[in-house]
């Protein structure tokens, strides 16, 4: 059995980057049955922006990106934007503490803006460096984290969160972050989840799972909302580092053929999640994207 045609196939965490593969990355995506991508930010130089300026040519070179794959490809792209957590590293070093604070608070503003303006539907990549950082980092880390906090119920969408793996303790902590924000439920989405968290533990924070064949397997009956995500990361010189663009289409399409009566459960990740969290509803147009 192949998918069925009104289905969005649906990747919630991709980079892609104008020195990468680009436009082909979404193609072979497209060719494998894939329709929706969230696509998250990043730093496209060699460091991180060093101006509020800086910030936003990164957030348009996303939102270019978006645009091209949406004209030449057919597929359609969520932008996901936000100032990385770890440019505070080197921003820290770079600017003094005080300064770099400052502009990445102005950066989150920014993008709250383009949320607003609806240039992109969440905060991301925010939250934690995944390694240690200095004490004086991880007191900017954390002001940064709740000021992004705030900027989302501001702005009245999801935060998209980067972190080290987290246990049960890890995720009843950032879902109180959540609520202490007093964001909706479901609105703290833990990017990159590599293992399952059981629907009891998760409480208001929604995994966005590593679309590995054994997770999927494990945790396709969860109830939503959950995503499934490669955070493919487009750098050729990383090639194999990561899953590709066209895992999660493929894995849909696993689903499909070794268990037909299993497809309906992909309308969970892919269409209920998406309007649970984001508050809209992913749709396949007849003869193309939607
Ligand atoms: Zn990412």
Redo the contacts with the bound molecule.
Sequence with gaps: MTLPAGLPVVDH???LSPSGEGVAAARRFRAAGGTHLFL?T?TYGPSPPRSLAEYAHQFETTEALARQVRTEVGVVVYPVIAPYPVDLVRQTAELGPDAALGLHLGALDLAGRWVRERRAVAL??VGRAHFPVSEEVRGAIEAAFRHALEVARESDCPVVV?SDDLGPSGIQELGARGQEARLPPGRVIK??ARARFAPSDRGSVTPSYLARRELVREVRHDPAPWFLET?F?DDPARRGAVLDLATVPRRAAAIASAAPAEVELLYGPFVDSVERVYGFRPSVEPGGGG
Excluded: T
Aim: aromatic share 8%; charged share 15%; glycine share 8%.
């Design positions: 965490h991709c980079h998250a990043q991301g990549e980067h990017h990159y955070d990361l």
